[in-house]
């Protein structure tokens, strides 16, 4: 079955330091991917998203570029905030049929100023 | 309506008690998904709908647990005799169709279920 796997947690960095949070996943077909995020005391909501191989999804500074040859959609930002400390998710859905959107476990991200 | 709508936004229960919980789609949109969160836990996913049928009911816990979607909008997830274990916060999201292209799940802001 399809399946997610980010990094374990918690990620901890200064404000302004480089940020990689790592995703794969195992799918059949090709799926469209995406990060979510969950800020304190907030609901999920979609932080970007790629449909094809080689897209690059990208919201607020984030990027993600779809890798179908490493079956991975790492999640990057060059210079961290305090306020993107949160928890991330990386997804997928498969195009084929009728399927679930599958998540991963999530990753907290905390920023220290 | 404009966003995903689930109620009540807080449940209290007694043990042993059973528990509505509404969740009010988009507009339009086909695919419906409940998960539930636990305390600093991922997500884990419970049942998803397409229409009113529900192609995948794998990650329902037990049979306390049951869901049910009419008219292809609202859907009820129950859960009859509850217990501790139970407590967490119970999402539902919605989208256009489950499968197609790029299709993004809108999420509610979940129920808050805590079983005393």
């Known amino acids: 079955g399809n399946s997610v796997t980010q990094m374990e947690g918690p990620v901890t960095l200064s404000e302004e330091a480089f940020l990689t949070i790592n995703c794969t996943y195992t799918a059949t077909g090709y799926p469209s991917l995406f990060w979510y995020v969950q800020y304190p005391g907030e609901g999920l909501q979609l932080l970007l998203k790629a449909t094809k191989a080689d897209d690059k999804g990208s919201n607020k500074g984030f990027e993600a570029t779809y890798r179908k040859e490493t079956t991975s959609f790492h999640l990057e930002k060059g210079s961290v905030q305090v306020s993107d400390s949160a928890v991330y998710f990386c997804?997928?859905?498969?195009?084929?049929?009728?399927?679930?959107?599958?998540f991963g476990t999530g990753t907290r991200l905390l920023v220290s100023p | 309506g404009a966003g995903v709508s689930q109620s009540p936004s807080n449940k209290v229960t007694e043990k042993g008690k059973d528990v509505e919980l509404r969740c009010d789609p988009i507009s339009g949109h086909t695919a419906l998904y409940w998960y539930r969160q636990s305390l600093g836990q991922g997500l884990e996913f419970l049942i998803y709908?397409?229409?009113?049928?529900?192609?995948?009911k794998s990650g329902l816990p037990s049979d306390r647990f049951s869901a049910e979607r009419t008219g292809g909008s609202v859907s009820t997830l129950t859960i009859q005799r509850t217990q501790q274990e139970d407590s967490a916060v119970y999402l539902c999201a919605s989208s256009l169709s489950s499968g197609a292209r790029g299709t993004e799940a809108f999420f509610g802001q979940g129920t808050r279920l805590t079983v005393v």
């Open positions: 709908f397409q229409g009113n049928s529900a192609p995948d």
């Open positions: 997804a997928l859905i498969s195009n084929t049929g009728f399927q679930k959107l599958v």
